[in-house]
């Protein structure tokens, strides 16, 4: 015989037995033996396919069976197997007396009905979402649909980080946000849409950008933060905050037709550095605004990451946590890679390296003060006013916007040649080295780099037109369309 022992969430499947014993000799048989009895327990422990569920552990003695022989594991008599599951019942993030103080309304009972009747939420369940805390660093593609789905689930209180305004080009996915919000502050936006969707939640706003300085202070009173921020430096903020403080992060990203989905949470599993130990040269990934989004994308991708969010605060499922999903929307299919956590992580292994936070924008290789390098050396720009005048007095200097045929469709100025900024360096012998040469492109940032790009290779009188396109529209000819 052997001697299985039950964790307490468990035990209302086993007639609130905490000791049961078996017939075995292994691993396998005492489960089975274990199951036979209690039927219910077997959805608990095993999935569809009969195989173990990823949060269930089983212990034989001081030893995780998965560093034996699974459940091939040979037992002798009287040996102690334990059932751990990692997030089930009261080890959810949530400590279990969170809930015991929160009661609901009958008009909130109303409200969750469809919630209440599923066993695996119910009243206990319920009130755990309302005790919830959630941040979402961000109210922008993913922000929206996930905080607006958290909200109607009846999370407790919602936190948002941002700063921003809602810009006329957010409303093709930030489904938070309506026309009539454009030029208002996303808080305020965001907030009074989570009001309308349920009165009962509490929304926190934090109107600030989220900095080494105020991210553990910001995020110390959370139980779970989401990551729907569109850079690399919020990003690895965000995850090394998280790991400091010991929260579950859960990640979403997105790029053109393209998402991930993970869980870190470097108690449990890896972290973000674990996956990318480092960040992308600068430029090389384009940001959402460069590279463009599916509108639908960030819908998908943020309503997953509020399903993780309700999981994980029910203590229910299996959580992403050492898995990441790619989902890609054209083939309309999701993949599983394992995520494995890295021994050598700066910030969650065990000789750890990084104690405190660090400057982001430095560590992804981005120049502290971008603007001001771009106006420092005013011989190297031209102002869209000065380029016009300069058209109207019958010039014709050489022009080269340096964006891709697809925006040149959208939008063009005159008097200007198109060659994209990757097919520079094959083009050069198109670009004359004697004559002067402006470079233009949507906002003023590429052209910056494809000028510093020419330098490199012996050109001396370039110009950047400061504010491309988007500055042509706005101060000399509105009819030419901003994107
Ligand atoms: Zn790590």
Known sequence: MVKLLIPTPLQRFTANRDEIEVPATTVGEALDALTAEFPALKKQLFNDQGNLRHFVNVYVGQEDMRNLQGVETPVRDGEEL??????????????????????????????????????????????????????????????????????????????????????????????????????????????????????????????????????????????????????????????????????????????????????????????????????????????????????????????????????????IGEPLIGRLLLFNALKMNWRELKLRKDPDCPICGPNATIKELIDYEMFCGITPHPEETVHSDNSLEITVQELKARFDRGERPVVIDVREPYEWDIARIPNTRLIPMNEIPDRLDEISRDEEVILLCRSGKRSMAVLEYLQSQGYTRLKNVVGGVLAWSEEIDPTVPRY
């Open 82 to 315: 334990s059932i751990v599951p990692s997030i089930a019942g009261g080890t959810g993030v949530l400590e279990p007396t969170r809930s015991e103080e929160v009661t609901l309304s009958n008009e909130e009972i109303l409200r969750y009905s469809r919630h209440l009747v599923i066993p695996e939420v119910g009243l206990e369940g319920q009130k755990r979402l309302k005790a919830a805390r959630v941040l979402c660093i961000g109210a922008g593609g993913l922000g929206s649909p996930l905080t607006m789905y958290l909200a109607a689930a009846g999370v407790g209180t919602i936190g948002i980080v941002d700063f921003d305004v809602v810009d006329y080009s957010n409303l093709q996915r930030q489904i938070i946000h309506g026309t009539e919000d454009v030029g208002r502050p996303k808080m305020i936006s965001a907030t009074e849409t989570l009001k309308s969707i349920n009165p009962f939640v509490n929304v926190i706003g934090f109107e600030t950008r989220l900095t080494s300085e105020n991210a553990l202070q910001i995020m110390r009173d959370f139980d779970i933060v989401i990551d729907g921020t569109d850079n690399f430096p919020t990003r690895y903020l965000v995850n090394d905050a998280c790991v400091l403080l010991g929260k579950p992060n859960v990640y979403g990203s997105i790029f053109r037709f393209e998402g991930q989905l993970s869980v870190f949470w470097a108690e449990k599993g890896p972290c973000y550095r674990c996956l990318y130990p480092e960040p992308p040269p600068p430029g090389l990934v384009p940001s959402c605004a460069e590279g463009g989004v599916l509108g639908i994308l960030p819908g998908i991708i943020g309503v997953s990451q509020a399903n993780e969010a309700v999981k994980l605060i029910l203590g």
